[in-house]
């Protein structure tokens, strides 16, 4: 905003990471004038990528959870280009304090 200018807005967001990126364009879609502030001096809150001659490297959130169950984080980094990696389906290990996985120890027993 312009110096001279105002503007009334009926919601003002705090935080301009998924969370308040996901409101603001929600709300924003349905006709609401909609502010966001945010303290750091750029957007995206944990999400962050690390880019050098083209290798990119995920220092921040590494998971957007609830991806194919309609998290609006889906639309929104479709909306933008983003592709998303899944991971594939793979069963869970649990590690004992010996080291071994779960697995190795009931085929031991």
Do not use: F
Request: a positive charge; one cysteine or more; glycine letters at 14%.
């Amino acid at each position: 905003m312009r110096a001279g200018q105002s503007s009334i807005y009926d919601t003002i967001i705090i935080g301009a990471g998924w969370a308040g990126a996901a409101a603001a364009r929600e709300l924003s879609s349905k006709g609401r004038k909609v502010l966001v502030l945010e303290a750091r001096d750029r957007v995206g809150g944990r999400a962050k990528t690390w880019s050098k001659d083209g290798i990119n490297v995920d220092v921040g959130c590494s998971w957007i959870h609830g991806y194919k169950e309609g998290n609006p984080a889906r639309t929104i980094a479709k909306d933008l280009g983003v592709v998303a990696h899944l991971p594939k389906a793979a069963e869970g290990v649990i590690y004992g304090p010996d080291g071994k996985s779960s697995r190795t120890a009931m085929r031991e027993d």
